[in-house]
Structure formats: C-alpha cells, structure tokens
C-alpha cells in the first residue's frame, strides 16, 4: 500500500538517538514508529512513485540546511527522470509512509556511475535503512553497468563507512568522471565556491570509488 500521504514535520534535525532506542520504538512528537512499521520495503523506483518526489526534495533540502554541508540539491525533474528509467531506489514503512531514496546516474558511456542523493525521513534514522538502500542502489549499479567505476562524493561519516564496507575506497577527484554535467550537479552545494577555487581538483566531501576490476 503506497498511497498514503504522509505528515512529517520536515523541521527535525538529524542527532542521532541514543543506543537504547536503536532499533527499537521510537517516539517522535505525537507519531508512534513501531517495529512493525519498520518492516521496510526497498524496491527499484517507476513512474508510479513520481508523488513522491516533493517530499524528498523538501526532506533533502531541509537535511542539507540542518547538516550545513555537503548535500547537492536535485530538480524535481530530474529525480522524475530517474523514476522512469528505474535508475533510483525508493522504500517505505509497513503503512505505505515514504521513507528513503537514493539515485544512479551513468557517465562517459557507462565508464562511471555515481551513486547519489541517499535520503532517509527523519523518523526512520538510525534504524539501519540507509545501509540497506545503499546495497540495493549498489546492487542496482553493479546490474545494470557491470564494468562501471562507481563513484561516491560524501562529507558524512555514515556514508563513508557504508561505501567502505560495499568495496569503495578513497580516491582523489581525478580518479572521477570529468563529465561537466556530473559536476554542474556540485552547484546547488553550499561548498561549491571551496570546489570552484580548487579548480575542482578537491573539496570538503571524500570521493570513494569502487572499481570493478578490484573486486
Ligand atoms: C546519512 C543518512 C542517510 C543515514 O541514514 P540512517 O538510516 O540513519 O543510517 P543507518 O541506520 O543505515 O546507519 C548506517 C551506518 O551509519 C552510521 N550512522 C548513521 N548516522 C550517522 C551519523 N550521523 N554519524 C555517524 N554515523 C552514522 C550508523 O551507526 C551505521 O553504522 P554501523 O553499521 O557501523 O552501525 C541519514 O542520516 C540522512 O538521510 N541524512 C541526511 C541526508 C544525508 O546526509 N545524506 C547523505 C548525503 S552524502
């Protein structure tokens, strides 16, 4: 059941909970997140899940605001475009209430791809759902370029250590694409004048990339 619009108050901040709620029950304002609730389903985004694409926008830039770094903003066109090309992973709770996303984007002919725009809703962080969104956009990029470097640009901890345990290494920014358009996607960053005075050379996000023939 995917149908349900869902209420989030978008003015929450990411603090991580303490180690006795993780995996456990939830209190967040008046909503009560349940163990059931968090029976999520991950699946490869369609056309069918193009409403959703407002909340993940608000969900991303309200983050990004909160983080203070390091988050690209992505056009609602654009995220529609990857539904359609089932080039995006989305997952919802038990009672149909958006919960994550992420995206894959192909570059140089498939010689790279990125894997981008990881968002979990505030209400379900720290319950593991990132690392599991993160394998299946893995999965994803692996299936359908299977001799593609994949390539991921973070300034967060979490990321890091989920790309680490996938099989991405730390790399400088000339071991990515030099695709413009990949890079034009850097703009909407608060650090994109660090990015721009380096001559794109570094910035504040580590770049990890996996490489097919390590593997
Ligand atoms: C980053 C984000 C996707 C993590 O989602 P999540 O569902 O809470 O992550 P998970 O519960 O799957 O945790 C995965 C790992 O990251 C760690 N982690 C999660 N949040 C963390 C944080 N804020 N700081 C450090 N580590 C963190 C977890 O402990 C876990 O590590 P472990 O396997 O060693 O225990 C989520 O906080 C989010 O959407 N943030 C805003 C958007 C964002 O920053 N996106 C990344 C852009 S590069």
Not at 8 to 26: A, E, V, Y
Not at 32 to 46: C, G, K, M, R
Not at 149 to 160: E, H, K, P, Q, Y
Not at 162 to 167: A, F, I, P, Q, Y
Request: charged share 20%.
């Amino acid at each position: 059941m995917k149908t349900k619009h869902s209420t989030i108050d978008f003015s929450c901040k990411d603090f991580p909970l303490p180690d006795p709620f993780l995996n456990k029950t939830i209190l967040q304002q008046s909503n009560q997140i349940t163990e059931e609730l968090l029976d999520f389903t991950i699946e490869v985004a369609n056309a069918n899940h193009v409403f959703w694409i407002k909340e993940i926008c608000e969900v991303t830039l309200t983050s990004a605001l909160a983080r203070g770094t390091g988050i690209s903003g992505r056009s609602a066109e654009s995220l529609e475009l990857k539904m359609k090309n089932g080039e995006a992973i989305i997952a919802f709770a038990s009672d149909g209430t958006w919960a994550g996303f992420s995206f894959i984007s192909s570059w140089e002919n498939g010689k790279y791809v990125s894997n981008s725009g990881l968002i979990v809703a505030p209400q379900f962080r720290h319950t593991g759902l990132a690392k599991r969104i993160k394998r299946k956009i893995f999965e994803l990029s692996r299936q359908k370029y299977p001799d593609a470097n994949i390539f991921s640009l973070t300034t967060g901890l979490a990321v890091m250590k989920m790309n680490h345990e996938l099989g991405f290494e730390p790399v400088t920014y000339s071991e990515l694409t030099k695709d413009e358009v990949f890079w034009e996607s850097c703009n909407s960053c608060i650090n994109c004048p660090i990015l721009m005075s380096k001559d794109r050379k570094n910035c504040l996000c580590t770049a990890m990339l996996y490489n097919p023939k390590n593997a």
